[in-house]
């Protein structure tokens, strides 16, 4: 059994511990932990040959073309004709007068309005309402003051816009001269039978009857 003993013990026991002088197996264990370790090396021979790749042999090729895909035959569809309206001036809620009965607001002027009187500003842009050609333009409009006409073809109608009271000096367009909806012809001012800067607009058809201008654009611009 003791021999027994001895064996099993030998064989299980890591060998630092089987020295008895503890000196002995202190010196074992600290060359065992050692990490001054020798780095590997590698001795390349002189008579190796170093390769060199040459690089001014070399061409790019292009990539072939796809393939041709095949479209069907798209036919042009017809283009509709849009008319394009715009209000004649900034701000177009800033309203003095409306189209219709009225009190003169001066001497000469009419208790029946015939058109819509714009508030934007002494000197702000007066635009044309739509395309069209303009047929009457002139400094000396006697009550109108400073006035443009211009006759428009809009939804199959013939329709002339009448602008007055410009400024001075402010008149864009003469006679014969095509505009487009938005389009500067002038700019507010006083001039006229007029008590204050504003834009007098007046619109009508080929039977020169006055209507809403105002109603006209909004119900075409919201």
Do not use: K
């Not at 000469?108 to 009457?136: E, K, L, Q, R, Y």
């Not at 109108?144 to 008149?171: C, F, N, P, W």
């Not at 020169?208 to 006209?216: E, I, P, S, T």
């Amino acid at each position: 059994m003791a021999f027994a003993g001895g064996i099993l013990v030998t064989t299980s026991v890591p060998a630092l511990a089987i020295s008895s002088n503890p000196a002995q197996s202190s010196a074992l264990a600290s060359s065992a932990r050692s990490d001054n370790l020798d780095s590997q090396t590698l001795d390349v021979s002189a008579a190796v040959e170093v390769a060199t790749i040459e690089t001014d042999g070399y061409t790019v090729e292009a990539p072939p073309p796809p393939p041709p895909v095949e479209v069907a035959e798209v036919q042009a569809a017809p283009v509709g004709v849009l008319t394009s309206v715009a209000w004649p001036v900034l701000y177009p809620d800033r309203i003095s007068d409306r189209f219709g009965p009225r009190i003169a607001p001066c001497s000469g002027c009419s208790t029946d309005h015939d058109g819509v009187d714009f508030n934007s500003g002494d000197g702000t842009p007066v635009m044309a309402v739509a395309a069209g050609t303009v047929i009457s333009s002139t400094d000396a409009g006697g009550g109108y003051g400073v006035m443009i006409e211009i006759e428009h073809q809009v939804d199959g109608e013939t329709i002339t816009s009448l602008y007055a009271h410009m400024g001075y000096g402010s008149r864009l367009v003469d006679v014969g001269d095509a505009v487009v909806a938005g389009q500067q012809i002038g700019s507010i001012g006083s001039t006229g039978q007029s008590t204050g800067a504003h834009l007098h607009l007046e619109m009508y058809g080929i039977d020169g009857v006055r209507f809403d201008g105002y109603a006209w654009l909004a119900a075409r611009l919201g």
